[in-house]
């Protein structure tokens, strides 16, 4: 059971915009502590694809977006493309636990 | 090339013991903490444990602690775990990872080793 709560799938057509929501609570994101989010595909390296709740970092197409509000954060992808298609995380820092938290992770298929 | 290139891993039976490294390119290795993150069959991306650039401060996961170690060369640019008495549910893919402070993230990912705790 991961401490932050994701849907455990999503789905899109090529070109669609799709939402990942992850709910936390006052301990992590609700206490201020910013939502980043990560792209994984299996065999590959985890991707650091936005940071600081909305930032996207150096190279990362400006249609992958984030947002946060009180305990939830959302990472949202338009125009999508069958390259997106991978398991998505959200991260956080909770201070009850004293630690780095994750989300269970959302797999994105583009159909 | 900014790269984080991570080794080690195996098939090692209940009990037994690993070393993972995880060698860094291109960035001033001392002047980050690391991680050690992995990611089991199935499961989620779980920390494991981190260690701050100049090794004073070190923390591991409650499912590791006193059994892993985390330590690090900075002149070889190098991060270390240290595995011992393993258990079937370490069994993952272990990804070194570099924390950046400000705001609490993990920005650059090497590829991960497989570690198999089986008999």
């Known amino acids: 059971q991961s401490v932050l709560t994701q849907p455990p799938s999503v789905s899109g057509a090529p070109g669609q915009r799709i939402t990942i929501s992850c709910y936390g609570n006052t301990s992590n994101i609700g206490s201020g502590h910013s939502v980043h989010w990560y792209q994984h595909v299996p065999g590959e390296a985890p991707k650091l694809v936005i940071f600081g709740n909305t930032n996207r970092p150096s190279g990362v197409p400006d249609r992958f977006s984030g947002a946060k509000s009180g305990s939830s954060g959302s990472l949202a992808i338009t125009a999508l493309q069958p390259e997106d298609e991978a398991e998505y995380f959200c991260q956080s820092y909770d201070i009850s636990l004293s630690g780095v938290v994750f989300g269970g992770g959302t797999k994105l298929t583009v159909l | ?119």
């Open chain 2, 1 to 119: 090339e900014l790269q984080l290139v991570a080794s080690g891993g195996g098939l090692v039976k209940p009990g037994g013991s690993l070393r993972l490294s995880c060698v860094a390119s291109d960035f001033t290795f001392s002047s980050y903490a690391m991680n050690w993150v992995r990611r089991a069959p199935g499961k989620g991306l779980e920390w494991v444990s981190s260690i701050m650039g100049d090794s004073l401060y070190r923390y591991y996961a409650d499912s590791v602690q006193g059994r892993f170690t985390i330590s690090r060369d900075n002149a070889k640019k190098s991060l270390y775990l240290e595995m011992n008495t393993l258990r079937v549910e370490d069994t993952a893919v272990y990804y070194c990872a570099r924390w950046m402070d400000t705001l609490g993230y993990f920005d650059l990912w090497g590829q991960g080793t497989q570690v198999t705790v089986s008999s």
